[in-house]
């Protein structure tokens, strides 16, 4: 296929549905009247408020980013260099929460976090304390802890996956030599996983930089990263000028930290003596080898899955005592409307679209990547990972301003998937890059040489070696479209929602039947993510990047 037309596909997807609703936005926002109106530039540099919204963003980002990294090395280590039974389980548990929507762990904190939390309860019934000790809620603290939630798996995949090929004997060496074990790994093995350890930084900066979910429903009104900031501009104030010049700034930011993210990537190609993993591993002997690998993973199993747990516990605890009424109910129109739909209803709609989704993008990711194996361009790769850097609010909001006539795509249902495929084909590309590049191009030479046509030789050499990528990409994928909320809280049919968008509704509605329907379907949720992410972890290629 020539590389011009196997740019066509992926190249007018980007355009219709992402450069030209940015463009769309921009224009409605900066030069309504066909000239540069720079009224939202002078009064975002005006006013200080919006310095401090950028520096709070920065250095939350910078601190969580730097306590992400400091608890995601040691579980790094143990899973890259240990052999034990359960080690694909505990890689499921801990990627989780990566892919959870924001309102699922936003109310499992609050479960165990809150006032009346678990934990501020036990601790006043212990020490017969009249009020919650622990006042975490609305504080940049609890942003910084489920950051730290999020994305610690992000570290463990990328720096476990470089440090599990490493060879052990370099450090061995060192040690022979007379260095402490401190110093050879300082020396000798810091300095190897350095490209590794960057480009997960960098990532989790760029995942913290634009967190939105976590800072509104956890962070309250006093705290507002620049994404949080676009939302109130756009939603509450209707000040497009102001939330376009914030847009642009978030989008500068996050192209760069892209780009140096993808050679940062390129470093990590250079030649080393890599190992396979059934070399670098060995099995625990003593016991207290066994005594710190349990200690370590144990300790991170519970953070990731105690909120979990917690929304599963509270989801069958009714006021009759434990049961199964919240989902019983699930199934029940209470309002006896026809304009109503029955919650469960959007567990179908989660799985219809998520099907849809992954048609658009699992094509779309593997041209890209197989464009951009070959393509001499650097600048392409971060250009394709900009959807994933991009507001969901910027860019649901476009949708909704450039899908209009001729179009006429702003009542349709298909937005949905077409917003998904958007976020999620970034995925694709980086579950089947690394695969691409690491095909010796004398196969497809042979194949060439044999007399097959670059599509023959495409499917008899390259289609088997990246199946196991490419279904792995699409459960990414899968995963992504079921828990993802903002853009599908603007662009989706109010007769059509998503779990997460009917977990919201049903939040924002009072009573204790609303909150434990919200309970019950945040459970079913998190069941299909983590089934999702156990077959993804079975069907991974050990270099993909998540």
């Known amino acids: 296929m ?30 309504p009247d066909g000239a540069f109106d720079w009224d939202g530039v002078a009064r975002v540099l005006a006013t200080p408020y919006f310095a401090n919204v950028l520096g709070f963003t920065v250095a939350q980002a910078a601190l969580s980013t730097a306590l992400t990294v ?64 622990i006042k975490l809620l609305n504080t940049v603290w609890i942003i910084i802890v489920a950051h730290i939630y999020y994305n610690v798996s992000v570290v463990v995949r990328i720096v476990g996956n470089f440090w599990a090929h490493l060879d052990p004997q370099l450090e061995s060496a060192a040690q022979m030599l007379g260095a402490s074990r401190w110093r050879a790994f300082r020396e000798v093995t810091l ?28 962070g309250g009104p006093r705290l507002a990263t620049l994404e949080v900031e676009i939302y109130r501009q756009t939603v509450n104030l209707f000040d497009l000028p102001v939330a376009a010049v914030l847009s642009l700034v978030q989008i500068g930011v996050t192209f760069g930290l892209m780009a140096l993210y993808a050679r940062v990537q390129s470093a990590l190609a250079r030649p080393l003596r890599l190992r396979p993993q059934q070399i670098t591993r060995r ?39 434990f049961g199964l009424r919240y989902y019983t109910e699930l199934f029940v129109n209470r309002r006896n409307s026809v304009t109503y739909v029955p919650p469960i209803e959007a567990v179908w709609n989660s799985l219809a679209f998520a099907v849809l989704t992954i048609a658009l993008a699992l094509p779309l990711g593997t041209l890209s990547a197989q464009r951009l194996m070959q393509a001499r361009w650097r600048w392409l790769d971060p250009v394709l990972m900009l959807p994933l850097a991009t507001s969901a ?3 649901g909001f476009g949708f909704i301003l450039a899908l209009g006539p001729p179009i006429n795509l702003r009542s349709s249902a298909w937005l949905v998937p077409f917003a ?48 196991r990528a490419l279904v792995a990409g699409a459960v990414f994928t899968f995963t992504v479209s079921v828990g993802e909320f903002g ?28 909150s434990g329907q919200a309970l019950a379907l945040s459970t079913i949720l998190v069941l299909v993510s983590i089934s999702a992410i156990m077959l993804m972890e079975r069907l991974r290629w050990e270099g993909a990047d998540f």
Do not use: K
């Not at 300095?191 to 956890?218: H, I, N, R």
């Open 70 to 133: 400091l608890c995601g090395l040691p579980a790094a280590y143990v899973l890259s260099r240990w052999e034990f039974p359960g080690q694909a389980l505990v890689r499921a548990v801990i990627t989780v929460p990566f892919l959870l929507p924001t309102i699922v762990v936003a109310l499992g904190f609050s479960i165990i976090l809150g006032p009346a939390g678990w934990i501020n309860t036990l601790l006043q019934q212990a020490f017969g304390l009249d009020e919650p000790p």
């Open 487 to 514: 853009a599908t809280s603007l662009v989706g049919r109010p007769e059509m929602p998503t779990m997460p968008v009917a977990i919201f509704r049903l939040l924002g509605q009072p009573g204790a039947l609303n």
């Open 420 to 467: 998904h495929a958007l976020i999620a084909f970034p995925f694709v590309v980086r579950s089947v890059l690394p695969v691409l590049r690491s095909i010796r191009p004398n196969l497809r030479e042979a194949a060439r040489v044999l007399g097959a046509s670059p599509a023959h030789a495409w499917r008899a050499v390259d289609l088997p070696i990246i199946t």
């Open 283 to 321: 099995i625990p002997h003593t016991t207290g080898e066994r005594a710190a690998i349990a200690l370590t993973l144990g300790t991170l199993v519970v953070f990731v899955a105690l909120p979990l747990v917690a929304l599963a516990a509270q989801s069958v605890s009714t006021a009759d005592g």
């Open 191 to 218: 300095p190897l996983l350095a490209p590794a350890l960057v480009a997960a930084s960098l990532l989790v900066f760029v995942f913290d930089f634009t967190s939105f979910g976590v800072v509104l429903l956890l």
């Open 2 to 31: 020539a590389a011009p037309l196997g740019w066509l596909l992926p190249g007018g997807f980007l355009l219709l549905f992402y450069f030209y609703p940015l463009a769309a936005i921009f224009q409605r926002s900066l030069a």
């Open 393 to 395: 609010v910027t860019l």
